[in-house]
């Protein structure tokens, strides 16, 4: 927790997610929502309508090929499949959203942090976004080489396991959003991938509730359209109180 004597900002992985939804009405902070909230708006809006329309008729051609004798098996693998549609498309469309918009996340970090610290707001545009761009994007291939190798896994598990396998993939893709978000701030600050994975380890249970807040909150169609800029201004928040004195030199 923060040494000064303010008040924590929020309580709980859930309450940072909650606080972002206040930050991002912020003055001063609303135009570096902008970019962030369009490229979910477009992106989110044509793959969600893509991805049902797609499941309907892969489900259809699933219950011509089961046929008669089989065809209670539909009812069960039904909602196995919208759940699982909806948890991934949850995350690979976050993560391809991420991608689009990682320098203006960062920035977007960068801006609340500054703004919750009483830091002057230097606002320095389009050049910090272009400065930024090669660190960010690493930033973002060493999250894919950490997340595929262990979604393959955990991908098995969804199937091979009921109900068993369901709850471990949601509780993998909820451990990822944490990483994925709460790792802006700590980028910012230039702390290695691997040193962020280990200090939110050391506080797992205030990562996956952040993380599982995030990840309902994104199979929610519409209200996922401003995840990702309300993650970001949440996780800024969390890395504030709970990790920023621990990195930053305030000498």
């Known amino acids: 927790m923060s040494n000064n004597n303010k008040p924590p900002l929020a309580n709980g ?136 190798p262990r979604a393959a896994g955990f991908f098995l598990l969804y199937w091979l396991l009921p109900i068993v396998g369901q709850v471990l993939w949601f509780l993998f893709l909820a451990w990822m959003m944490a990483v994925q978000y709460i790792d802006y701030p700590f980028d910012n600050h230039k702390i290695s991938f691997t040193r962020m994975r280990r200090t939110l380890k050391q506080r797992q249970g205030l990562s996956y509730s952040f993380g599982i807040t995030t990840a309902v909150f994104s199979m929610i169609p519409l209200v996922n359209l401003v995840v990702m800029p309300v993650a970001i201004c949440g996780a800024t928040a969390l890395w504030v109180d709970n990790y920023r004195d621990e990195f930053v030199d305030r000498s």
């Open 13 to 148: 992985g859930a309450g940072y997610f909650i606080k972002g939804f206040e930050l991002i009405r912020t003055p001063g902070i609303r135009r570096f929502v902008f970019i962030p909230l369009s490229v979910n708006l477009v992106l989110f809006s044509y793959a969600f309508y893509y991805m049902f329309l797609q499941l309907e008729s892969y489900m259809l051609s699933l219950e011509d090929w089961l046929g008669d004798s089989f065809s209670w098996l539909s009812s069960f693998i039904w909602p196995l499949a919208i759940l699982f549609v909806l948890i991934i498309f949850s995350f690979i469309f976050s993560s391809v959203a991420n991608w689009l918009a990682a320098p203006f996340n960062g920035l977007l970090s960068e801006k609340v942090e500054a703004l919750l610290t009483d830091q002057p707001l230097h606002d320095g545009g389009a050049l910090d976004v272009v400065k930024d761009i090669p660190r960010t994007l690493s930033r973002e291939v060493s999250k894919l080489g950490y997340y595929l």
